[in-house]
């Protein structure tokens, strides 16, 4: 499905939700019915910092991240992330200061990873070291074309309810990357135009959460999208959040065995969190903020597999 338009293709492609969980597991894995415990990838941020302008977040911002405050902060989402998931860490590297969002490393299904290939030439160089680490754990790395850029899970969401990619374009991703990722994962990609530059990558505006809800801000899509959404999502299922929840990131959460650990939540948006049957875990990541991410920047969903989790590195 492109732009909420199902393809011929993709209507002789059925889907099985309940199997697609089940395979998620990495080759090698024991797939049982029981719930696999989460992995999260994490990058520690001993080199982050604001260096240079990449998205509307960081204009003025260079120089200006605490890296104290940044580790204790990072300290204490890893912390909460920990007590719910294995956590898998890559090493950290000089001169690259946005590698600690792991969320753009790429995008694993199975034992398959697309490494990304980034729009912002600053960050090209993290594609290599993001790569080895995923041949270092076995995936399967699939042939992305050189010429469409893709940011990875930052523009590419696993919704396991529905068992469809939901992807961001226009800012960072290219148009074309949703109908590669369908076809190399054999999943339904829905394609999303981003409008609004502030929510330059889809996970700052958009969360699929477990049981087909989803929370997110509708203005940071254009019309069609919108109606995209809405016609996939039945209104029952959506927390639509205002401008002051998405500009304090509240959509760039990360969902851990019924919590949302988010940066920061209005009483609002608490209530219908908790009144959908999710914990809201505030944990905030203000000096993130000013390199434009937050919570779900900071992570990256792995197929669910402690066999695969790394010693800190
Ligand atoms: N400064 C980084 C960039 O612009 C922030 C990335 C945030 N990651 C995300 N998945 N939204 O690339």
């Not at 398959?112 to 729009?119: D, K, L």
């Not at 754990?137 to 919704?159: H, R």
């Not at 205002?242 to 500009?247: F, Q, R, S, V, Y």
Request: one cysteine or more; glycine letters at 8%; aromatic letters at 10%.
């Amino acid at each position: 499905m492109i732009d909420g338009r199902s393809t011929p293709e993709e209507s002789l492609m059925s889907f099985d939700a309940e199997s697609a969980l089940l395979s998620d597991a990495p080759r090698g894995v024991a797939r049982t019915a029981a719930p696999a415990r989460s992995a999260i990838l994490m990058c520690a941020p001993d080199h982050f910092g604001v260096d240079y302008i990449i998205n509307p977040w960081m204009e003025n911002q260079i120089g200006q991240a605490a890296l104290p405050r940044a580790k204790a902060q990072w300290e204490n989402l890893h912390g909460k992330l920990a007590a719910h998931s294995d956590i898998a860490f890559v090493a950290p590297t000089p001169g690259l200061p946005d590698m600690v969002f792991t969320a753009n490393a790429g995008l694993a299904i199975g034992d398959t990873a697309v490494v990304s290939r980034f729009n912002a030439k600053e960050r090209r160089p993290e594609e290599r070291l993001f790569c080895e680490w995923f041949e270092a754990q076995g995936y399967s790395i699939a042939p992305w074309p050189e010429n469409v850029p893709f940011e990875g899970a930052g523009d590419a969401l696993l919704d396991h309810a529905r068992g469809i990619v939901w992807c961001g374009y226009g800012w960072r991703s290219g148009e074309e990357a949703p109908k590669h990722l369908q076809k190399i994962f054999g999943r339904r990609a829905v394609a999303l135009r981003l409008v609004d530059p502030r929510f330059y990558h889809l996970d700052t505006c958009f969360c699929p959460l477990s049981g087909g809800w989803l929370m997110y801000y509708p203005d940071a899509f254009d019309i069609a999208s919108r109606e995209a959404i809405r016609a996939i999502a039945p209104v029952e299922k959506r927390i639509e959040v205002g401008e002051k929840d998405a500009l304090s990131f509240a959509c760039n959460a990360v969902e851990v065995a019924g919590r949302v650990f988010l940066n920061a939540c209005s009483d609002d948006l608490r209530s219908r969190l908790l009144d959908a049957g999710f914990t809201p875990v505030v944990t905030p990541l203000s000096e993130f903020m000013k390199a434009g991410g937050a919570a779900k920047c900071l992570t990256l969903q792995l197929p669910g597999a402690a066999s695969k989790v790394m010693p800190r590195g």
